[in-house]
């Protein structure tokens, strides 16, 4: 289960692009990174969080290899994935 539903994740962005970030982080409570990855998700339109989503090796091992050529941040964007989970 989802720590912040869709809906609050949407009214933290709509708040961040009026308001910015340090106004934002404040208000909601929530750290710079959720605030910036939340809306990187919203912009490419993968917000909506699926059920816990299961990795096959293959897949896992795909992550992995993308995160030694490119980093955390890229790997995020590009597979979906929060860092927490690369580590």
Same mark, same amino acid.
């Given at each position: 289960?989802? =720590?912040?539903?869709?809906?609050?994740?949407? =009214?933290?962005?709509?708040?961040?692009?009026?308001?910015? !970030? !340090?106004?934002?982080?404040?208000?909601? /409570?929530?750290? =710079?990174?959720?605030?910036?990855?939340?809306?990187?998700?919203?912009?490419?339109?993968?917000?909506?969080? =699926?059920?816990?989503?299961?990795?096959?090796?293959?897949?896992?091992?795909?992550?992995?290899?993308?995160?030694?050529? /490119?980093? !955390?941040?890229?790997?995020?964007? *590009?597979?979906?994935?929060? *860092?927490?989970?690369?580590?």
């Amino acid at each position: 289960m989802a =720590k912040h539903t869709i809906e609050f994740k949407k =009214k933290v962005i709509e708040h961040f692009k009026k308001y910015g !970030a !340090a106004e934002t982080i404040r208000v909601y /409570n929530v750290s =710079k990174r959720s605030v910036y990855y939340w809306t990187s998700e919203h912009e490419s339109g993968c917000l909506m969080r =699926k059920e816990k989503e299961t990795y096959s090796p293959e897949k896992k091992l795909e992550i992995i290899e993308y995160y030694r050529e /490119n980093r !955390a941040f890229e790997t995020e964007k *590009q597979q979906h994935v929060m *860092q927490s989970m690369l580590l």
